[in-house]
Structure formats: C-alpha cells, structure tokens
C-alpha cells in the first residue's frame, strides 16, 4: 500500500486509488464539481487541482484522476493550488448567470460555497455573459436553466451508470454546450430521474414541484424512511423550520405539509439515491386525515370508542386482527403485547402496486409497496391473509382491506388514518397517527431497520395506536 | 411629620378660601373647552390634538421609515423577485412572501404572488429595505393606517402595499431585456 503525504499528514491507500479518494478517506476535504464517490471521473471542472512536491518544486493536476503512489507529497492549499482555484472559478462563473436571489438552489449551492470560499472576487471579464436557454423543460419533472449549468455532466453519467436509461447527453462544444434529453423519452420514464437535481453542484437543474415554493434556510430536513415500498430508503422530509413558520391568515397548514423529499444517504439500504416515487411521498402522506373516533359511522369520543371496543373484544369467540405492514416496529410490538395473545393475527398489504408504477427493478424499487412487511412478518408469521369464515371480530389495522373479505355478521374494528369510506362501515373506528406524527422503526426486506422521526405534531383527536392497544388490553392509560 | 417641599404653596386667606379659586379653575377649564368645542362645530380646528386616524400628521420627517412600499416596473408590475432577503433579514419575521413562476417573462420568472407584511409585530427598523436586492421595497414616510378591531386586520398584502407609485422612481432605466434564444422549447 503507498504512504503518500497529504497536507503534512502521512496517510496509507489502497494501491489504485486516487488522490481524492484517499483524502476523502482522510478526512482532508479536496473541492469538487464533476466528481462525484459513485460516479465515473471525466475530469473537467478542474476545481480539485492539488499541489505535488517535485525536485523541490511543486506542478499541479486534478485529485480526482490522480492515482496515488509511493512517497507522493501533496499539498491542497498552497498558494499555486490556491491561484489556480480561483482562476478554474473565475473560469467556472463566466458565463454564470449569478441569479441567486431567485435561484432555488442558492443556500445549498456549491456554486455559491465555493465562491464564496476560493474566489470571492466579481467576474474579472470584460466581454459580456453567453446567453442560453432559460426554464427548457428537460422533462415533466425537471426544469433546467442552460445559463446555470457548469457543464459537469454529472447528470448525464448519472443517467449512463446508475438509472441505465442513458436519458441525457450533450449538445455542441464549449460555450454552446447544452444539456439534452434523448429524444425517445426515455429520461421522462427514468424512475429516477430527479437524483439529477440533487447531484447538479449548481441550480440549473430543479424539481418543478418545489420551483420556488421556499428558501431551503426556511426548511428542516427530518431523517424519516420512505414508506414507498420494501426497500425503505431512509430519506430527508424537509419541512417548515418552527423559526420560519407561516402565520399569515390561511397559511398555518403550509407548516405542516412535506415540501420536498431527498434522499438521506444510507450505505446499507440506498446509498445516495432514492426513486421519483419517493419524491412524491408527500402527496401520500398529505391525504385526508382522519380526526375523529366513529361507532357505526356516528362520531364518537375517544373513550366511548375504547369501552365500545373493549366489550366487543371481550364478547368476541374467535377475534382474527389484521395487521398493517405500514405500521412501526414499535406499534407491532405494543400490539403483540397487549393483544397479540387475544387474536389470532394475520399481515396484511396496506399498498399495492399502482397502474403504471414501476413494481420492480434491479436499483432500488421493491415490488412489495409497504414499508414494514419484514417487520411484521417476523412478529406474526408468514400466514397468508384468508380470514376465517367462523370469526366473529375482526380487527382491522390500516387501510388496503376489501371488507367484502371480512365474514358476514362480524364485527369490526377498524383502525386507519385516513379519511375513506370504509371508516363509516367499521362498527369502531379509530383515528390513527402517520409516519410524520411519531418516531418509530421500519424493517426492510433485507432486515435492515431504519429510523424515522417525529416532523408534525399529532392532530387532536388522532389516537397514538400504542397506547391505544395498550387501553383496548385493558391497561392503563388512554389513547391520547 | 408632612414632608416640606422647596416650592410650598404660600396660601393666604383667599386661597385657604378654598371655593373662590376652585371656580375659577373651572372657569379657565370650561372657557378653554367651550372655545374649541365651538370652533370644532364651525368646522374650524381648536385644540392642536391631531384627530388620528382621520387626520395624520403632517410634519413627518422625510426619513421616517412609515408604511412599506412596494415599487413597480414601468409596466406596473411588482419590482419585488421573491427572493426573500427582506424576509429572511427582518428582525421580527413579519414579512411572508409566497413566489410564483411565470416563463413568459424572461428578465423576471419569479413574481410574488402574496406579499404580506404583518403589521402588528413590524418594528420599522428598515431592514428589509436595505436587504432588497432590486429596490423593491421601500418605506413611505406616513404610517399605516394601523387601528383596527383585530390582528388579522393588521397584515396588509401586496395590493395594499402596490398602491403607492412614486413617480420619480419608474423613470429609473431598466437593463435591456436579454436576447431570446432560439433553440430548446419552454415548460
């Protein structure tokens, strides 16, 4: 293994690897535009130049295609290292529109970072900016702006080596150099199409569901998982920060809806990428709640629910409970706990594939459209879901049940968080809080759990299904 | 012991009298209130009170930083970009901007589509308009009309705060717009 010397400190790497990677190792951080861990080096923003020591003097090349070797002493902050970066920005701003006030990327741009940490100077050229295509609808999910665009092309291989639809290329040499689509819409079926807007360094390339909508300094990420499907991504929910809340007349439910879904990298489940339906999981979770407990389609108060509940299940012979596979870790466990013993239990699919869905692929996407099924597999066996024609109460968690399945006569109690017609036709029927109203943990197929957290409050009204099993047992506490 | 007072009263026998002087004190009180009260019904003004909020005053200092004021193209569009820089630096978080975007105009895609400052919380520190990027934002040297029953009354939108045009700012030269691009179709 070389040892090669990197700011003074002497560190080993693997024979092959290069200079940046052997530093990002390191812990040294060396700038970068086009190079990105799980893609291929091209080599053209050249901002990751670095100094080498040579017969006492020192030349300078990129770190991102430099293979170490024995003995090398690398410098990544000298002042010819330094001269260069700011030149390769100067040279990298051009023709860059500078319009970050509008810019949906300002904040978290590296652009803009980098500017401000390697340059910091105005545009030293006197000829005027090259114009080209603003707002060109790259697909009916991405917008990209040519005059932003650093021409990095890390969208273009992300295209190539990991979504495999080769969707992007580009266009023309040097200033006039756009990127395109591939003519066959083959980047407008990419399941995962918007991973390019992450990785763009720059704003050219943005999401039009969140054109505009916020500053991202007005937003948290949440660390939560992608309820999507089996694989369970672990993802960023970014929302209202509680600073930056709205409070205008009419805005107050702006605070708690979901304004963008990114990926939260995760070496074990999805590394740094996630599906377009991930992205969209917000309209999922942003659905009609449900906010009151029913007894035969009449609102009711929570307790009454509870006792109306607590008769039923102590009358019932044979109680058969359909467990949901959106359900956390947690809950299954306060269910098998208080319950589980009670009824003979059953796992249900809350989801299935939707029509025109991508249901599986060899990236990420999982056939199986319910977060937890391992979870809830692994507490209630593999069973496959036929109710048994002579049960006599059937509880049902989570929505996705035909009740036309469930055995004329029986009684019903229905646990769900959305508002759907079923709700009505429930003998009991509870309010139960969603992913973003609690912390919790999902398994996936593989048997990796993963965490999410807390974003919203819980609604009034809305039991917390914990405690709720816990009161249904008969134990202390109430669904609040 | 009464405590004794550098300027005690010297009262002779006519002011420990007591009545004399009370009514006369009435007479100063009633004669001042009669006057103004019949000039207030000849429709002349009496006492300097300002009759606020029906009257303002007028002697506001030209930098006094009143009522915001949002500034306009010479097409009469809003100036502002939404870029939030006045609502990101204001000190008292009062300013909500929710932006829009429009692809026909080139020069400026993103629009305000509510602008709305809340007025029960501004403190008109002034901040915002020396955030603005464009100019768009500016502070008229009258206050806002601000009395009002509740406190949803006191945010005032953008059709409120467009309303004041001041002349000599529209004649400012506009940068031409930049040259259409051919290739490449629009969202």
């Known amino acids: 293994m070389p040892r090669l010397t990197i700011d003074g400190r002497e560190i080993e790497a693997a024979a092959g690897r290069t200079v940046m990677e052997a530093a990002t190792d390191a812990g040294i951080f060396i700038p970068y535009f086009c190079w990105h861990p799980k893609l291929s080096v091209p080599g053209n923003c050249r901002i990751c130049v670095v100094g080498v020591e040579d017969k006492g003097g020192e030349w300078v090349e990129i770190a991102c295609n430099m293979p170490v070797t024995e003995g090398m002493v690398v410098y990544t902050n000298s002042e010819k290292v330094r001269a260069r970066r700011k030149a390769t920005m100067q040279f990298i701003t051009l023709n860059h529109p500078v319009d970050c006030g509008i810019c949906d990327k300002a904040g978290e741009c590296t652009l803009q970072d980098y500017h401000y940490e390697y340059n910091g100077e105005r545009s030293i050229s006197v000829d005027a900016k090259a114009h080209a295509t ?11 702006d040519n005059e932003r665009c650093i021409q990095c092309t890390r969208c273009v291989r992300f295209t190539r080596e990991i979504s495999k639809s080769n969707g992007l290329g580009m266009q023309n040499r040097a200033d006039h150099s756009l990127v395109r689509a591939v003519e066959d819409g083959s980047f407008a079926n990419d399941p995962y199409s918007d991973n390019v807007i992450d990785i763009c360094p720059v704003g050219a390339l943005l999401s039009r569901s969140f054109l505009h909508k916020a500053r991202v300094w007005y937003l948290k990420p949440t660390a939560s998982v992608c309820p999507g499907c089996s694989r ?17 007349p009419g ?3 702006q605070n708690e809806t979901i304004d963008r879904v990114t990926p939260l990298e995760n070496p074990a489940v999805n590394g740094p990428w996630i599906c377009n339906k991930g992205r969209d999981i917000a309209k999922v979770l942003g659905r009609a709640r449900a906010e009151t407990a029913m007894l035969k389609g009449r609102p009711a108060e929570l307790q009454g629910a509870i006792a109306q509940a607590r008769s039923l299940i102590a009358a019932a012979r044979k109680p058969v409970a359909v467990v949901s596979s959106w359900a956390s870790n947690e809950e299954l466990a306060a269910f098998k706990a208080a319950l589980g013993a009670r009824f003979s239990v059953l796992v249900k699919a809350d989801h299935e594939p939707e029509p025109g869905e991508v249901v599986q692929d060899d990236i990420l996407i999982r056939a199986d459209k319910n977060p937890n099924t391992a979870g809830a597999r692994a507490l209630f066996g593999e069973a496959p879901l036929a109710l048994p024609p002579d049960a006599d109460l059937v509880l049902v968690w989570g929505e996705g049940l035909d009740f036309g399945l469930i055995p004329a006569g029986a009684k019903i109690v229905y646990l769900n968080a959305w508002l759907q017609p079923e709700n009505g036709h429930a003998d009991v029927f509870f309010p139960t809080s969603i992913q973003t109203e609690r912390d919790g943990h999902y398994t996936n197929f593989a048997g990796v759990t993963s965490a999410f957290t807390q974003c919203f409050p819980r609604p009034a009204g809305v039991a917390d299904a914990q405690a709720l099993f816990a009161a249904l047992a008969g134990q202390a506490g109430g669904g609040e | 012991m009464r405590k004794q007072y ?3 009263a010297e009262m002779g026998l006519w002011e420990r009298a007591y009545l004399p002087e009370i009514l006369r004190g009435l007479a100063i009180t009633g004669g001042v209130f009669v006057r103004n009260m019949f000039k207030w019904m000849t429709g002349r003004k009496g006492a300097l009170t300002t009759y606020y909020p029906e009257e303002t005053r007028w002697d506001y200092a030209p930098a006094n930083r009143g009522k915001h004021v949002l500034t306009r193209r010479a097409d009469g569009s809003p100036q502002c970009v939404a870029c939030n ?6 000190p008292a978080k009062v300013i909500e901007i929710e932006a829009g975007f ?7 895609p993103k629009y305000p589509v509510r602008f709305e400052i809340d007025y029960s919380r501004c403190v008109f520190c002034g901040l915002c308009v020396e955030a603005c990027p464009e100019d768009a934002i500016r502070m008229a040297k009258e206050v806002p009309d ?3 029953h509740d406190r949803w009354s006191m945010w005032l939108g953008k059709e409120e705060l467009l309303e004041w045009q001041p002349q000599g700012d529209v004649a400012k030269p506009y940068p031409p717009p930049p040259p259409r691009v051919p290739n490449g179709d629009r969202p």
């Open chain 1, 251 to 253: 805005m107050r439910a």
């Open chain 1, 134 to 144: 603003k707002h060109y609808s790259l697909s009916p999910r991405i917008v990209l």
């Open chain 2, 146 to 148: 601000l009395p009002a």
């Open chain 2, 6 to 8: 550098w300027n005690e």
């Open chain 2, 85 to 90: 820089m006045c609502a990101t630096v204001c």
């Open chain 2, 102 to 108: 429009d692809p026909a105009d080139e020069a400026h």
């Open chain 1, 232 to 248: 369970g991504c672990t993802v960023n929910l970014w929302h209202r920060r509680p600073e930056w809340r709205l409070r205008a």
